[in-house]
């Protein structure tokens, strides 16, 4: 009797490492930009969720996801993180990158839920601390971005002509510097840079209150040749993603730590951003409405027929659906 | 381990695995309870932001102000009531969207209050879709995550249901099995130890009375063994001493019976002896008579007729002393004697001298008994000599023979109108010979109620006498009941 079961057990352990070797390692290519929404990438590359699904992970930081996008389309990433903006620009604006295969872009899970990544930071010496205070003035953000938009909205909401004000299209660690040197007199910056910048100039900084919170987006976007190309990537990136986000709220000082060590950005900022934000799997009616808004601002700026195009078509439910279907509540 | 002590554990572990039943229930039922309250909320929550989002779409539809009250107290109470709801802090969205959706608002409202402040009705119709596209993202997304955090507690209470059923299991299992572990051991032990006790009973029953028992549990049984072992060894020794005893007596029985036999034999041949030469001086003191009667004057024919009286005594006595000898030595089985009859014989026997008192035997109803004819005779027929023996001179003789049935003995009594005895005298007439009447001629040989009183003493009875000198006498004797 006890020899059987020995037996048995040494097989289950046996089948069970044959099982674990058996997986095939695929290399992914991530495109990811130093923000606080990219936490949970970077604790499943240390703590080596990527690699217990099988996943040979690089991670290429990049400046912006405007950076990231471009990569992706020139094939130097199989995956890209970013906002809704530059997903559309590259779904849209065939001026957008130099090589424009036809758009296969698909976007496997929005990552991040948050309502306050986008600030709008202006130097306070220069008595800039009223929304008409910008006329005449110099403002940095990331062009096409996020940023972008929130200042656009910004501007809308009080009545301000965007003719009035001298725009440059700057980094975010750009922006931080200019400010300080006073090469401008604010930016509009995505998080943590914006509390950084508080931080950095506490007597010389200001931010900007506006009515119109941003709600934000964080895509994870690949091609729809990574199925064919890489079997099962996408399924066993969302699974780690997912790990990752459990990781996230059960251990936040350990978290904390990871992305001050990967942002360089001080603890104390990173304390005070962590509370802005959820990491979140989901495909959500708030996305598509979200990114349908987009579309239409796309428009406003030039890009015909922007509203044309059907977000659902551009949306991968598959991995999704396979990994966490509750997450899904986007009616089709 | 003693029975007692294996019995009481059963009876903790019992209560044990009950109380920890029911106390686990019951903080499962408690969790469970919290989870549905919780779910509860959440459902409220979700329903008030179902209703803000439908007084949304109307506001936005109507544009009409007389919302703005319902939406910004409903928005209130949705910020106060995230507070409340377990799982809710672990969105920051949670505590970011109402106040967002309340600027939005406020911005709408404002754009409503004040058209002329957006002075292009192009940036006021944009600014109003940004405020709405908003206020719907993050409604859906409330209601999507609340959705979520709910679909979490039932998740819970499913888990609790599991970890219940589970804990259960995990605990019930070993509790149940050491339970049974426990209940069959004990169940053996006792079985084991009665069936040793009862085969030890039974083979010490049978007669074995080397049988002992052995338990080697340390508990009541084996305390039960100890005792029957020792109860075991003193039957033993006490039967072997009986037995040593008996065969005592044995012995000296059949020393006895031998000494009796002996004495029988002595007595019977003395007796022969002893009445060979009486018969010799009987006969030649008669033919003396007869032949030298014309001879021999008045005091010689006296002398011998003293020496032929006391021939004749010596010789009854000898009969007596044969008769006392063989008291107990009956032959034969036992008969049933109608004591009615016996004593008509017995008066028949005496009819001659019954008559020269002018006597009169009367009887009660007198019993049937089982036993031997001769000493129940020999009984009656002494008492019946011994009252016409001692009758008054010039009186007729009445004799009654009495009786009165008792619980184990059958009483007699044999009362007369004689002479009486002294009280004086009442110890001595039982004693062998022993006479009272030393100047009568015809006194008997003393032996008579002696044999009478060796005889009831054989029967297991007892022998007693009520008299007075002048006044009669009654002897009552009883005889145990067979």
Known sequence: ?332 | MSVRFRLNSLVILTITIIVSLYLYVLKITSDIDNELAEIEKIDRFEENVTRLNLLMEYFIATRDIKYTNSLLTLINELDKAKDDIAGFDRFNLLRQSIPSVKKALNLLLKIENNPDFYSSEEDRIQLQERALVLIRSDLRQLMSLAFKTSRFRQANIRNLQVEQRGYILATMIPFILLFVAIIYRTQSQILNSLSKLRVGAKNLAMGNLDERIEIESKDEFAELATQFNTMAEKLESTIENERVINQHLESKTEELKMSNQELEQFTIMVSNDLQEPLRMVNSFMKLLENKYSNVLDEKGLMYIRYASDGAKRMKQTILDLLEYSKIGNYEGEKTLIDLNHLVDEVCALQARNLKKKDGTVTLDKLPRIVAHHLPLFQIFQHLLSNSIHYSKVNEPLYVHVGYEEMHDFHKFSFTDNGIGIDPIYHEKIFVIFQTLDSESSNKGTGIGLAIIKKIVNYLEGDISVESKAGEGTSFVFTLKKN
Not at chain 1, 212 to 231: F, G, H, N, V
């Open chain 1, 1 to 332: 009797m006890i020899s059987r079961i020995s037996l048995i057990f040494l097989f289950a352990s046996f089948a069970a490492c044959t099982n674990k070797e058996s997986i095939e390692v695929i290399p992914l290519k991530i495109g990811v930009t130093a923000f606080v929404g990219e936490v949970a990438t970077f604790i499943a590359q240390e703590k080596g969720f990527f690699a217990d699904e099988g996943l040979d992970v690089s991670i290429k930081i990049n400046n912006s996801g405007v950076e990231s996008m471009k990569q992706l389309l020139d094939g130097e990433l199989d995956l890209a993180h970013t906002s809704e903006s530059p997903f559309l620009y590259a779904v849209l604006d065939s001026n957008f990158h130099i090589n424009m295969p036809d758009s296969d872009l698909q976007i496997l899970a929005n990552m991040v839920l948050s309502n306050r990544i986008q600030k709008i930071i202006t130097r306070k010496k220069l008595g800039i601390n009223q929304p008409r205070d910008l006329e005449g003035k110099k403002v940095a953000f990331v062009k096409n971005s996020q940023s972008d938009y929130h200042f656009d909205s910004f501007l809308l909401e009080n009545n301000i002509d965007i003719s009035k004000i001298t725009t440059l299209d700057y980094t975010p660690e750009l922006q931080k510097a200019a400010l300080k040197n006073g090469d401008v007199d604010a930016v509009v910056v995505w998080e943590p840079h914006g509390t950084h910048l508080l931080e950095l100039m506490p007597d010389d900084s200001f931010e900007m209150q506006t009515s119109l919170t941003y709600s934000s987006l964080w895509l994870a976007i690949s091609t729809r040749s990574l199925e064919e190309q890489k079997p099962g990537a996408s399924i066993r990136y969302l699974r780690s993603l997912l790990r990752a986000h459990e990781y996230i709220y059960n251990n936040p000082e350990q978290v904390i730590a990871l992305t001050v060590e990967t942002t360089r950005i001080p603890e104390s900022v990173i304390r005070k951003v962590r509370q802005e934000i959820d990491f979140y799997l989901s495909l959500s009616e708030r996305m598509i409405m979200l990114l349908e808004w987009q579309q239409l601002w796309l428009e406003k700026r030039g890009i015909k027929q922007a509203s044309a195009i059907k977000i659902n078509d551009y949306i991968n439910y598959k991995p999704m659906e396979e990994v966490a279907p509750t997450a899904i509540s986007i009616i089709r």
